[in-house]
């Protein structure tokens, strides 16, 4: 049986819902006959650049954190080591929602240098890191989840305190840090950075999406 194949990346803050949407695209889908698989990155357990990130993340590897350029070359090796399941199930599947992709590690490390309110060519950099050199297949689609970073931050941090193996890491923790990401979410969705993108706002029904990402 022939899929449609359409690759959708899901983006936003630590806390925004990525996961929670996910799943409710996932029943959506079910309940429609429509094809669904997911992903989520970092792949923790799973790669070991994954790994290697967050004990940075965590204070465990010295200055590494420290580094704009050595966290996000990490993250974009844990998706190249993923390029082959990335290909097989898009192919095997109407829809494959990633859980973070590629504009995550270019929004979190141009908001890391200060954009937007300082420029940085960081994204164009992670671009030609991830997909030119990397080979990581272009989204068809990405879902902006923008949602308010005080909320987000709540969220985080009430899953923090009812699981202990998700304490805050150094990225979640900094407020500002968090500000000017999503900043940088934003201005992707308007530029259509790598690909179209969907913006859904916090409380926003997320029923119509679907359709759309098979079109």
Do not use: C
């Not at 309110?117 to 689609?141: A, K, M, Q, S, Y």
């Not at 840090?177 to 916090?202: H, I, K, N």
């Amino acid at each position: 049986m022939q899929r449609v194949g359409r690759l959708v990346a899901i983006e936003g803050l630590d806390g925004s819902g990525k996961r929670t949407l996910t799943r409710k695209l996932e029943r959506q889908a079910a309940a429609e006959g429509v094809a669904v698989a997911t992903m989520a990155f970092p792949r923790y357990g799973v790669d070991v650049h994954a790994d290697l990130v967050r004990d940075a993340l965590y204070g465990r590897l010295g200055d590494l954190s420290d580094s704009v350029y050595g966290p996000a070359l990490l993250f974009a090796l844990d998706r190249k080591n993923a390029v082959a399941q990335i290909r097989t199930l898009t192919a095997a599947n109407d829809v494959l929602l990633l859980d973070r992709y590629v504009s995550s590690n270019a929004a979190y490390g141009a908001a890391r240098l200060g954009a937007p309110e300082v420029g940085t060519n960081f994204p164009e950099w992670v671009r030609d890191l991830e997909i030119v050199r990397f080979g990581l297949p272009v989204p068809d689609r990405q879902i902006l989840l923008d949602t308010p970073p005080v909320l987000a931050a709540q969220r985080a941090a009430g899953r923090a305190e009812s699981d202990t193996d998700r304490s805050l890491d150094r990225f979640e923790a900094d407020a500002g840090l968090q500000r000017r990401t999503l900043a940088m979410y934003r201005r992707f969705a308007a530029e259509g950075f790598l690909s179209p993108w969907s913006v859904l706002e916090s409380g926003e029904s997320p029923v119509k999406l679907l359709a759309g990402l098979l079109d």
